[in-house]
Each structure stands twice: as structure tokens, then as C-alpha cells.
């Protein structure tokens, strides 16, 4: 599909890539540390850069710079940036994947098959303004799916992304590469590559040190690449459990529910200290995940439901919101004796704080720094400098 051969690039007099070589199908890893060349080989690919010297060729014909060139480039190779918001310029879900697919010359039902594919149903009239940022990377990736590419370029997808996401992504990818599309994706995160990748490329200080069928975990981590623990046992999710836990400290007779559970971490940690946990997710891929995960707990129980419908039916001691989305409906409904809403923005706290005023429950607000940068919400949203937000309230 593709092959890149001694291209050389250079911004200034620094050289950024230096005799790059190699040749890519299925999905091709890129890995490396910040500054090694993986976005600006991307982007070179692309025709966003022109490198200096060197070739590209992809299905053996290579690749030109001359408008033209590029217009038919861009039909065949789709690229999803690494910020979002870089690549989203419509103001709704419908309209910007729509755009991907007019730009390309391609039929509108292809961008109703990628919304669809990556779980927009139901949301195309949203504004993009208001969708996470795990939602966003996701809306990137439909508007690329939308375009039909024979190879989609990805840098660094899964950053912002939470457990559930990731998961998504995942699958997004498997099923896309059974129907026929390539990939190359760049990233540091180990965990990415060896959930999907078949073929390897290491990039140190400009030039390839490695490629081949094998991911080489520990000259991965020699030149820099992350090597941690899975997506879902990411310390800041630890961190924001155990803030919340310390605060509730919940006695053994509680009857505990996890409204928009993900991946279900929350729910598997009260397990261990009450009576009964309510996991609840209305996210069909979520739901499937944390009913995998937390089988084996006989008093957890994980229910595919609406928040909202949820609360409505059922008494409880503690809820927990790890999500924001119709948090206002759902607090007026909650009758819970005490409840956590965990959020990610200063202006979200704030409209949940001032909602919790409003019907007489809230607490206090708790202001976190936590040690990781962007694990359970959007690629800025947990920064040291962008805290996180526990809002607690009750009844009692």
C-alpha cells in the first residue's frame, strides 16, 4: 500500500527526518518519543509538508505536490489530526462528516454509514461545540470513514480518549481493516500498538531504528515510547476514586449506583465495600464492556439504561455521575441520600453546583490536581494547570 524511501525533511537548517525508509500495510504502528518525526512524516505523506529529498509511493505510484496531485492524493488518503478541534470546522455532528464526504466527491450515504459506525446515531443535529473530547477524536475518525479511503493516517488517536473510547477505537479499527482499509497511526502509547497493530516502525532522533512484524517492547521503551499499565487502570481514575471514596466513606448496608459507569472502575472499587452496586451505562459497547468486567462481583448488577429512567425507579443511598450530559434532569429526579457528580470543566462544576443550590443539596466542591494528563476526559481536561471538579451533595 505504502512505501516511503530515504526521504529527508527539514524546517530551517534542523533535519527532522533523516533517510526515513519503509513500507506499510494493514495497520502500521509509528512509535517514537515527542520530537522524533512522527507527525511530520505524516505529514509529508499527506502533501502538507514536501520533503527535500526522497520518495513516497503509494499502490506503487508516487506521489506528487502540484494541486492537482494533491486533490487526487486526498481522495485515496484520509488524515485525522491530533487535536480535534484542529480538524472540526462545521458546527454540527451531521454537517461535519457530511463535509468529508462532499469534499471527496462521495455519496452522503457514506457519511450516514460513518456516523453510524462510530456510534453517532441519534446525535447529528448536536452542536460539535458540546461533544467531549473523547467525541470529537471519535467525529474526526467518522469524517475520515466518510471520505472512503483506501488509508487513513492517524497521529496520536487516542489521546483525550477514556477507557471506553479506547475501546471503541479499537474496534473501529479491526473492523475497518477487515473491510480492505490500511492504516498508519502514530502514537507512544504502547497499549494502542499492541491492540492493533501488525507492523511496527520505531522513529529515534529522525530515522527508523526498527521495523518489522514484532512490537520490541523494550527498545520501544529505550527510545521513549510509554509502557504502562491498560487504559482503564490509569492512575488518575485511581486518584478520583479515591478522593471520592475518603469523602463518602460508605458504611457496608449502602446501596451504591455508577450512573454512566464506562468501563465500570468506579463500580468494581465500592464492590468491595457495600451491599449492592448499580453499574449503569446506555452505551451499548460500554455496557458490554463493564458486564465483562465485572461478572465475576455477585452484587454488582449492570444495567443497559438512561440515567434519567434509571433514577426514577430506584432508592438509593449514593449515586455516583462520572459524566455531565442531562445532569440537570437527572439531579431532579435523584433521590439519593448522597451524590457525587465528577466533572471535567470549571463552567460544567459550576452550572452543576449552582443546579445543586437550586434543590437545596449541595455540599461542597472539591479542586484536584491529578497526577496524569488527559486519561478520562478530553486532551486538555485534566492537566495540572485544568483540575478536576467533585461536586458533592445530600440529602441527609
Same mark, same amino acid.
Request: charged residues 30%; aromatic residues 10%; proline residues 2%.
Given at each position: 500500500?505504502?512505501?516511503?524511501?530515504?526521504?529527508?525533511?527539514?524546517?530551517?537548517?534542523?533535519?527532522?527526518?533523516?533517510?526515513?525508509?519503509?513500507?506499510?500495510?494493514?495497520?502500521?504502528?509509528?512509535?517514537?518519543?515527542?520530537?522524533?518525526?512522527?507527525?511530520?512524516?505524516?505529514?509529508?505523506?499527506?502533501?502538507?509538508?514536501?520533503?527535500?529529498?526522497?520518495?513516497?509511493?503509494?499502490?506503487?505510484?508516487?506521489?506528487?505536490?502540484?494541486?492537482?496531485?494533491?486533490?487526487?492524493?486526498?481522495?485515496?488518503?484520509?488524515?485525522?489530526?491530533?487535536?480535534?478541534?484542529?480538524?472540526?470546522?462545521?458546527?454540527?455532528?451531521?454537517?461535519?462528516?457530511?463535509?468529508?464526504?462532499?469534499? *471527496?466527491?462521495?455519496?452522503?450515504?457514506?457519511?450516514?454509514?460513518?456516523?453510524?459506525?462510530?456510534?453517532?446515531? #441519534?446525535?447529528?443535529?448536536?452542536?460539535?461545540?458540546?461533544?467531549?473530547? #473523547?467525541?470529537?477524536?471519535?467525529?474526526?475518525?467518522?469524517?475520515?470513514?466518510?471520505?472512503?479511503?483506501?488509508?487513513?493516517?492517524?497521529?496520536?488517536?487516542?489521546?483525550?480518549?477514556?477507557?471506553?473510547?479506547?475501546?471503541?477505537?479499537?474496534?473501529?479499527?479491526?473492523?475497518?481493516?477487515?473491510?480492505?482499509?490500511?492504516?498508519?497511526?502514530?502514537?507512544?502509547?504502547?497499549?494502542?500498538?499492541?491492540?492493533?497493530?501488525?507492523?511496527?516502525?520505531?522513529?529515534?532522533?529522525?530515522?527508523?531504528?526498527?521495523?518489522?512484524?514484532?512490537?520490541?517492547?523494550?527498545?520501544?521503551?529505550?527510545?521513549?515510547?510509554?509502557?504502562?499499565?491498560?487504559?482503564?487502570?490509569?492512575?488518575?481514575?485511581?486518584?478520583?476514586?479515591?478522593?471520592?471514596?475518603?469523602?463518602?466513606?460508605?458504611?457496608?448496608?449502602?446501596?451504591?449506583?455508577?450512573?454512566?459507569?464506562?468501563?465500570? *472502575?468506579?463500580?468494581?472499587?465500592?464492590?468491595?465495600?457495600?451491599?449492592?452496586?448499580?453499574?449503569?451505562?446506555?452505551? *451499548?459497547?460500554?455496557?458490554?464492556?463493564?458486564?465483562?468486567?465485572?461478572?465475576?462481583?455477585?452484587?454488582?448488577?449492570?444495567?443497559?439504561?438512561?440515567?434519567?429512567?434509571?433514577?426514577?425507579?430506584?432508592?438509593?443511598?449514593?449515586?455516583?455521575?462520572?459524566?455531565?450530559? #442531562?445532569?440537570?434532569?437527572?439531579?431532579?429526579?435523584?433521590?439519593?441520600?448522597?451524590?457525587?457528580?465528577?466533572?471535567?470543566?470549571?463552567?460544567?462544576?459550576?452550572?452543576?453546583?449552582?443546579?445543586?443550590?437550586?434543590?437545596?443539596?449541595?455540599?461542597?466542591?472539591?479542586?484536584?490536581?491529578?497526577?496524569?494528563?488527559?486519561?478520562?476526559?478530553?486532551?486538555?481536561?485534566?492537566?495540572?494547570?485544568?483540575?478536576?471538579?467533585?461536586?458533592?451533595?445530600?440529602?441527609?
Amino acid at each position: 500500500m505504502l512505501e516511503v524511501r530515504d526521504l529527508w525533511f527539514k524546517y530551517d537548517k534542523e533535519y527532522v527526518l533523516k533517510g526515513v525508509s519503509f513500507k506499510a500495510d494493514g495497520v502500521t504502528i509509528v512509535m517514537g518519543r515527542n520530537g522524533s518525526g512522527k507527525t511530520t512524516l505524516l505529514l509529508n505523506i499527506i502533501g502538507v509538508l514536501k520533503p527535500e529529498r526522497g520518495e513516497i509511493k503509494i499502490k506503487g505510484k508516487k506521489i506528487g505536490y502540484g494541486k492537482k496531485d494533491l486533490k487526487e492524493l486526498r481522495k485515496k488518503v484520509a488524515f485525522v489530526f491530533q487535536n480535534p478541534d484542529d480538524q472540526i470546522i462545521a458546527p454540527t455532528v451531521w454537517q461535519e462528516v457530511a463535509f468529508g464526504a462532499m469534499n *471527496a466527491g462521495k455519496d452522503l450515504n457514506l457519511a450516514k454509514e460513518a456516523l453510524k459506525f462510530c456510534g453517532f446515531e #441519534g446525535f447529528e443535529s448536536y452542536p460539535c461545540s458540546t461533544l467531549s473530547g #473523547g467525541q470529537k477524536r471519535l467525529l474526526t475518525i467518522a469524517s475520515a470513514i466518510a471520505m472512503d479511503p483506501e488509508l487513513i493516517l492517524m497521529d496520536e488517536p487516542t489521546a483525550g480518549l477514556d477507557g471506553v473510547a479506547f475501546e471503541k477505537f479499537v474496534q473501529i479499527v479491526r473492523k475497518l481493516r477487515k473491510k480492505g482499509k490500511s492504516f498508519l497511526i502514530s502514537t507512544h502509547d504502547y497499549d494502542l500498538a499492541k491492540a492493533i497493530g501488525d507492523h511496527f516502525v520505531l522513529l529515534n532522533d529522525g530515522r527508523v531504528v526498527y521495523e518489522g512484524e514484532e512490537l520490541r517492547k523494550e527498545l520501544a521503551k529505550r527510545i521513549g515510547v510509554r509502557i504502562g499499565d491498560s487504559m482503564e487502570n490509569k492512575r488518575t481514575k485511581s486518584e478520583i476514586i479515591g478522593i471520592v471514596f475518603s469523602k463518602l466513606n460508605p458504611d457496608a448496608n449502602s446501596v451504591f449506583a455508577d450512573i454512566g459507569c464506562g468501563t465500570g *472502575a468506579v463500580s468494581e472499587f465500592f464492590a468491595k465495600f457495600v451491599k449492592k452496586v448499580y453499574a449503569v451505562e446506555s452505551d *451499548a459497547d460500554a455496557f458490554e464492556i463493564a458486564k465483562e468486567k465485572l461478572k465475576s462481583y455477585e452484587n454488582v448488577e449492570v444495567v443497559k439504561s438512561d440515567g434519567f429512567e434509571f433514577l426514577k425507579e430506584h432508592e438509593l443511598d449514593i449515586v455516583f455521575f462520572g459524566g455531565t450530559r #442531562g445532569i440537570d434532569r437527572m439531579l431532579e429526579v435523584c433521590k439519593a441520600k448522597r451524590i457525587v457528580v465528577n466533572a471535567a470543566r470549571i463552567e460544567v462544576a459550576t452550572e452543576v453546583m449552582k443546579k445543586m443550590k437550586e434543590l437545596g443539596i449541595f455540599k461542597e466542591m472539591i479542586i484536584a490536581n491529578v497526577s496524569r494528563s488527559y486519561e478520562l476526559a478530553g486532551l486538555t481536561a485534566f492537566r495540572n494547570e485544568n483540575p478536576v471538579f467533585i461536586i458533592f451533595g445530600s440529602r441527609e
